[in-house]
């Protein structure tokens, strides 16, 4: 166990001294590590050989090297030779690299598609690139199209088909060109550069110079992550310049927190809104987040949002669709009229319409009755082993409400196990509880004029040898829908919102001209009819209240003074009652008597 001896345990000055790479190495940890290589650095894949930097137009050597070609260009006119492992290169042994990128698409505006821009990918599989990837290149003459490895293992090599996936042209072994193997980490170590080694600087050209002096970053040839963050830096420092010009909201807010009690709640800042909820979304999320974090192939995605239901999917849940349904099963004897109960079993009664609206039941026979019991039918085959659902598949009983088998007319769906409701159904001709929570009731039979059909129907004789079919065949003729509930549902549901849409439009507008009265809920015009609006004033009257419709000037003495009478105080409006209102009758004012004691 011990570092050279057969102790059990390691001491601590051996652990911490003896091992370059231990937790705790010590204080001389930096000179061993630089002696055993720790220094290596690799240049990532999408960087210029010979800049150091990202690069725009890429082209590369035989062996595989890259370079940006501006700046190759500019060391062939001064050098000849390869800046990498210091070889003879002229300009006609470069090779332009054809990329494939993915769509950036602006964060702003989701439908413009940018080029040029965007992480460089794979483009058959459109996995993209990173600096584990296995890149290679197919060279076609002066231009070669760039793959992962696995691609051309894959879909090449292995299938023997010696042709480019892109560009359809021919192509041998001796024209695959590694870009950069993960497993030859080697190739793209700075240390061995030559140029480098030599002490000679990067070649730069002007504009990446200008770059560098300015402190910015080509932000298009980081990929996606990198631009990510360098957006959202730049997006933060103009919020903050946004904040210094008209008021830092934060700042405001936590005065507003500091001097307000904990129970009173925080105030929102202006322009923050939240986010409302969908009516239709589902508890469940879309699944994206999680997707993109455990795929490489996907968008990344960080927000949780709600997956939406179809309208269908929302309204088959019990107890949210409560208005009846009503349809008429027209046979060969008579009519039976049937009320729908969508609101406990929305499924049996969404299935029972669609498939009557389909014409699914036109000509399909009752092949069971029995009397005292019930008559069941559905079946287009006519054998009680067929029939369908509308979407193809059993589906689910519903139990959930107060329905139960207890009455004569009660329509439930036939089955034939658990969770395996189809198309058939069945009526009973008597109550029968046993059935309870076996099979799902959706409707019930409604009318005298009905069960005086569905008499008929229990009084037909049937073939004998336990079949129980009716001898005389008791044939659907048609069912028809008169009152959809589903369709009834969302019609008002549409108007209410319509209504609160409408409502809302009025209330932003300063509400109807009836909202505006007077304290006596009295609304105001003037001479010529038209309403007095909110903020308009009398006409000598000034400022806001009961004063603006008063006319003080009017009924003034020589002195100034209001004289003691009705009309001293003139109105410049007059009071119009609403039609159909009569007009209050004025008390008059009794003349002599003892209105006084002046005359005592």
């Given at each position: 166990m011990g570092k050279g001896t057969d102790k059990l345990y390691i001491t601590h000055s051996e652990w911490s001294s003896s091992d370059a790479y231990s937790a705790s190495v010590g204080s001389n940890a930096g000179s061993r590590a630089a002696r055993r290589g720790a220094s290596f650095k690799k240049l990532p894949f999408n960087f210029c050989a010979a800049s150091l930097q990202p690069f725009k137009n890429p082209v590369c050597t035989p062996e595989g090297t890259i370079f940006d070609v501006e700046v190759i260009s500019t060391w062939l006119d001064k050098h000849a030779t390869n800046p990498v492992n210091g070889e003879p290169l002229a300009a006609k042994d470069l090779i332009k690299l054809n990329f494939a990128r993915n769509a950036d698409i602006d964060d702003a505006d989701r439908n413009r598609v940018t080029d040029g821009k965007g992480d460089l990918i794979d483009p058959v599989t459109f996995k993209i690139f990173t600096d584990n990837t296995h890149i290679v290149a197919i060279r076609h003459g002066n231009y070669a199209n760039v793959f992962a490895w696995e691609t051309v293992e894959r879909m090449n090599i292995k299938a023997k088909m010696w042709r480019d996936l892109v560009d359809d042209v021919e192509f041998g072994r001796k024209d695959i060109i590694t870009l950069q193997d993960p497993q030859n980490a080697a190739s793209r170590d700075l240390s061995q550069f030559k140029y480098l080694q030599d002490g000679e600087e990067a070649i730069l050209t002007k504009e990446q110079e200008a770059e560098r002096n300015a402190g910015n970053v080509n932000i298009?040839?980081?990929?996606?992550?990198?631009?990510?963050?360098?957006?959202?830096?730049?997006?933060?420092?103009?919020?903050?310049?946004?904040?210094?010009?008209?008021?830092?909201?934060?700042?405001?807010?936590?005065?507003?927190?500091?001097?307000?009690?904990?129970?009173?709640?925080?105030?929102?800042?202006?322009?923050?809104?939240?986010?409302?909820?969908?009516?239709?979304?589902?508890?469940?999320?879309?699944?994206?987040?999680?997707?993109?974090?455990?795929?490489?192939?996907?968008?990344?995605?960080?927000?949780?949002?709600?997956?939406?239901?179809?309208?269908?999917?929302?309204?088959?849940?019990?107890?949210?669709?409560?208005?009846?349904?009503?349809?008429?099963?027209?046979?060969?004897?008579?009519?039976?009229?049937?009320?729908?109960?969508?609101?406990?079993?929305?499924?049996?009664?969404?299935?029972?319409?669609?498939l009557a609206q389909r014409g699914y039941y036109k000509g399909v026979a009752f092949h069971r009755s029995i009397k005292n019991f019930m008559i069941q039918g559905g079946d287009p085959t006519g054998t009680g082993r067929g029939?369908?659902?509308?979407?193809?598949?059993?589906?689910?009983?519903?139990?959930?409400?107060?329905?139960?088998?207890?009455?004569?007319?009660?329509?439930?769906?036939?089955?034939?196990?658990?969770?395996?409701?189809?198309?058939?159904?069945?009526?009973?001709?008597?109550?029968?509880?046993?059935?309870?929570?076996?099979?799902?009731?959706?409707?019930?039979?409604?009318?005298?004029?009905?069960?005086?059909?569905?008499?008929?129907?229990?009084?037909?004789?049937?073939?004998?040898?336990?079949?129980?079919?009716?001898?005389?065949?008791?044939?659907?003729?048609?069912?028809?829908?008169?009152?959809?509930?589903?369709?009834?549902?969302?019609?008002?549901?549409?108007?209410?919102?319509?209504?609160?849409?409408?409502?809302?439009?009025?209330?932003?507008?300063?509400?109807?001209?009836?909202?505006?009265?007077?304290?006596?809920?009295?609304?105001?015009?003037?001479?010529?009819?038209?309403?007095?609006?909110?903020?308009?004033?009398?006409?000598?009257?000034?400022?806001?209240?009961?004063?603006?419709?008063?006319?003080?000037?009017?009924?003034?003495?020589?002195?100034?003074?209001?004289?003691?009478?009705?009309?001293?105080?003139?109105?410049?409006?007059?009071?119009?009652?609403?039609?159909?209102?009569?007009?209050?009758?004025?008390?008059?004012?009794?003349?002599?008597?003892?209105?006084?004691?002046?005359?005592?």
């Amino acid at each position: 166990m011990g570092k050279g001896t057969d102790k059990l345990y390691i001491t601590h000055s051996e652990w911490s001294s003896s091992d370059a790479y231990s937790a705790s190495v010590g204080s001389n940890a930096g000179s061993r590590a630089a002696r055993r290589g720790a220094s290596f650095k690799k240049l990532p894949f999408n960087f210029c050989a010979a800049s150091l930097q990202p690069f725009k137009n890429p082209v590369c050597t035989p062996e595989g090297t890259i370079f940006d070609v501006e700046v190759i260009s500019t060391w062939l006119d001064k050098h000849a030779t390869n800046p990498v492992n210091g070889e003879p290169l002229a300009a006609k042994d470069l090779i332009k690299l054809n990329f494939a990128r993915n769509a950036d698409i602006d964060d702003a505006d989701r439908n413009r598609v940018t080029d040029g821009k965007g992480d460089l990918i794979d483009p058959v599989t459109f996995k993209i690139f990173t600096d584990n990837t296995h890149i290679v290149a197919i060279r076609h003459g002066n231009y070669a199209n760039v793959f992962a490895w696995e691609t051309v293992e894959r879909m090449n090599i292995k299938a023997k088909m010696w042709r480019d996936l892109v560009d359809d042209v021919e192509f041998g072994r001796k024209d695959i060109i590694t870009l950069q193997d993960p497993q030859n980490a080697a190739s793209r170590d700075l240390s061995q550069f030559k140029y480098l080694q030599d002490g000679e600087e990067a070649i730069l050209t002007k504009e990446q110079e200008a770059e560098r002096n300015a402190g910015n970053v080509n932000i298009e040839a980081l990929g996606r992550v990198g631009e990510k963050v360098l957006r959202a830096k730049e997006a933060v420092e103009r919020a903050r310049q946004q904040r210094q010009l008209t008021g830092d909201v934060n700042r405001t807010l936590s005065k507003q927190q500091s001097s307000s009690s904990l129970s009173k709640p925080t105030p929102r800042a202006p322009g923050i809104q939240e986010k409302k909820i969908a009516h239709n979304a589902a508890v469940y999320t879309t699944g994206a987040a999680a997707a993109s974090f455990t795929s490489t192939g996907l968008t990344p995605s960080t927000s949780g949002e709600r997956a939406i239901l179809t309208d269908e999917e929302w309204m088959l849940k019990p107890k949210r669709v409560k208005n009846k349904g009503y349809a008429r099963i027209e046979t060969n004897l008579g009519d039976l009229n049937i009320e729908l109960s969508p609101e406990f079993a929305p499924k049996a009664v969404w299935n029972f319409v669609r498939l009557a609206q389909r014409g699914y039941y036109k000509g399909v026979a009752f092949h069971r009755s029995i009397k005292n019991f019930m008559i069941q039918g559905g079946d287009p085959t006519g054998t009680g082993r067929g029939g369908s659902s509308i979407w193809g598949r059993n589906f689910e009983d519903e139990f959930e409400g107060p329905l139960v088998h207890d009455a004569r007319g009660v329509i439930s769906m036939a089955n034939k196990g658990k969770n395996t409701n189809s198309s058939q159904f069945f009526i009973l001709y008597r109550a029968a509880k046993h059935l309870d929570k076996k099979h799902s009731i959706f409707a019930k039979i409604i009318g005298n004029e009905s069960f005086a059909v569905l008499d008929k129907m229990e009084n037909m004789p049937v073939e004998e040898g336990g079949s129980n079919r009716p001898v005389e065949d008791i044939v659907i003729k048609d069912v028809v829908v008169f009152v959809d509930p589903f369709e009834e549902f969302l019609k008002d549901k549409g108007n209410k919102e319509k209504e609160k849409k409408e409502r809302e439009d009025i209330t932003r507008m300063g509400g109807t001209e009836d909202d505006r009265t007077t304290w006596t809920g009295k609304r105001l015009r003037r001479e010529d009819g038209s309403l007095i609006r909110d903020g308009d004033r009398g006409g000598g009257g000034g400022g806001g209240g009961v004063g603006k419709y008063l006319n003080l000037n009017s009924g003034k003495d020589g002195n100034g003074r209001i004289e003691k009478d009705d009309k001293a105080l003139a109105v410049n409006e007059t009071w119009e009652e609403d039609p159909g209102i009569e007009e209050p009758v004025r008390k008059k004012v009794r003349t002599g008597g003892f209105g006084n004691f002046d005359n005592w």
